[in-house]
């Protein structure tokens, strides 16, 4: 920082610029906000400011490097199990950028949209089913309320793509307080068509807006998946001595392109709290399959022949079959196809209780239902994978936790996995133990030689102590792009 | 620049560290270097380095940053139609990375190479081949002995993937002399698998070092196609009214997913130069189909029913077809195929004559055979696309050149387009009459809204002269990662 925070002064100024509907600086609202289904905290923090324009996001940057005050940016602010809107420092002030909830545009033969990061899964999934565009959105099995924009930049994946390879352009205020926009969003306006290419000319950098705190993103043009003639969900199930086969056929589907879609391969715990049975077999995987009705057809028979051998069973689902079908089959299937639901939401509130003490089954950190995410990336080498799992399980047994365990294979080579534990937020040595298991779990993973894709606020102090390369190149880019440091200080960056 | 260049401190310094062998800077030495198949030139330039390690390029860097001599770096120097070996300007050492030329690791079952810049498509193909390994190069068009890093990190692109596409992470020497490698390579010795997954933990930046002058790219780990059972080259030819439909066709069979490789579509100018024929439909498109061979025979059937109606033949070739194929099949086979050879710059040699006066057609710019490269992104859209070569062709026209135009749809949404001129650099009125085409054909495209995917040094500072907004974002990050701009001043930058 170059100037010593002054804080009076900017709470002033964005009182000033925003209005005091949209600056929240009582310590009872602050304490509303800060609440996390992480149980992060206490964290000190300076005010929480809603503009709902870019024009106001730019000043609201310029007053943060007036006055030496940094920013907290989040979209709608359900990074859960990662730290929700909890800062990894005191002394910044909440950026919620819900009120920039706009959807600019809509290409449905180039298939794409402009968005703003108040833009949630339900609103741009419920635009396009309306028009009756033949177009689906490429959801995750987070809340409907979550935004697209803010879980693309942080390189979430979704049930179709990964969802940072939705993204074709970015928008964003720097950290200077300059306006960018990337490829050919940043061309002169007589340019025909900007969003149908997203290198543009010259250094590609949507890349150094994922993962980062160098600006505010304000819009991104995201990718949407084309409807075909036909879709199928398959399901496929394994007992665990099948694994390393299971993980290494898979990679083979994907390597020979049979499999053109993200896989998920979820264990007993986390498909138990979505179904009305109470029993299923170790691993479930599950995946969509999309083409020409002749395509789908004949992608059924050679996925049947390389699946049925792992001893499972082997399902592929249409729309007819979702009449009466279990709640976990028909939640899966909709994500499949574009329609964000509470499937996964209500099956965390199965965690603890039967949910019924849940308000609001959107705003999960004012449950009591705790969840801490572990999200180490896993080379698609079954070997290597079992070792992972065993690893993962003896950590958590050594807490008495039994961990939730999504193996996500992206293509012939990596796995984004998640491990959920869970825990009540109201009983103070549950969440001792739970943040104490989650430091095992990333200290353990680490030390045998496994790296992660995205990390939670507490543990990321962990991993930037230890690469420090990487790192210090990302530092070279924060004094350049964000020379006063008042974007996010010490997310996916050094403190 | 925050020095007065000293050339004699630099060349003796250069000279102490590499020795004499590895610095040229007698005048004639670096005339032959500079002679360019795109005739640009004079240019002023101050010795020629060549490095054979890391550590060597590390060294050259901060001489270059001591003394105030900018480098040019390239790889093997073949960047034809775009430049050559030739700077923007003036007062530059070339910096020829062609002795870092090892592979030093290839892993067939993730199917990638870990290269260095002077590794060209024929030693890593024949290193390939040799050892009988299940993956096959994707190769371009160019010269056998060109660079596979150059061109990716340049965003060409292969006749199979997309060349920057290919890249799983970049090792560079910053213009502040400090070595980066992205992503996980980048993190500490003790990880297991690195090279499995692009993205890494934080800022994704491989984009950064693509079509930019931050640093001198000394290794990439790359993609590597997988062989699969089958592999067909689908070859459509339609007539010059079917173009629109042609387009839109192609752009719906990416859209439903049966391509799955980029096409090429070109003209008859461009077709007749390779083939013994001397009659060619108006287009010819060519691609590769790949899978099981189930996969292989279901798509042929999908493929031909949606080609047919176009108008002109529907053709699929196996390795069986090509005994006494003509010489365009068959080396249009093997480059679907993997196998890089000199079908194109054969036919380059047919422009003006027979070829029979080239020494060497590995070494076009030693000859008097000049091409200049004119590259437009267009959306794929059929009526724009009609639209774009008609203004192409009535501006070559106008300089009475014939143009020979490739169209590449690379995927549902955008052409990756080479509009090539032809003319004879020992011949100054048709070097000055190609020149003002290529300058033409530049202004003429920008002013009706066209972009360009990349672009020739005599045109980069007319396209930075436009899009300001763009090139100032790229001079924070230049002013960061070489604040003393010794890489390659004025290539996809400002000057």
Redesign the interface.
Known sequence: MTTTPDHARAIGQWRDLLGDDAVTSDQDGLDALLRNTTAYGPRSIVAALRPDSVDDVITVVRIARETGVPLYPYSTGKNWGLGSRVPPRDGCALLDLGKLNRIREVNE???YAIIEPGVTQQQLGEYLRERGLRLLLNVTGSSPKSSVLGNAIE?GTGFRNHR?EDVRGVEVV?G?G?L?????W???D????AH??K??????????????N?GVVTSAVVNLV?A??AMRMLMFTFPDPRLADAIDTVSGLF????L?SIVHVFNDKRILTMSASTESATWTGVTAID??A??VA?ARE?LTAALAPLGGAVTFFSQEDMAGADPMVDGMFRVHSGESNSVFMNGLYQTLGDGSDVADPDDLDATRYGMLACMP?L???GP?VTEAVELVEKVCAQYDLVPAIALNPVD???LESVINVYFDTTDAAQVRNAHACSAALHRALY?D???????DIANMAY?TG?????????E??K???DPDHVIAPGR??RL
């Open positions: 033969k180039h298939h390189r940072t720097l200077t300059d960018v926009r990337t490829g050919y940043g061309n002169d007589n340019i025909r068509e149908h290419y290198y543009g000319m010259g250094p590609y950098l949507d890349g150094l807006f994922t993962q980062s160098y084309p075909q003639e390597r020979d392109r049979t053109r083409g020409s002749a395509y004949f050679e990336f080379p698609a080498d290597v012939a080579n990596a030390e030689g496994f790296r992660f894709y995205r990390v991993l230890q690469d420090t390369p990487v790192w210090a190149a990302g070279l880019l004094n350049a792009l996916y960056g």
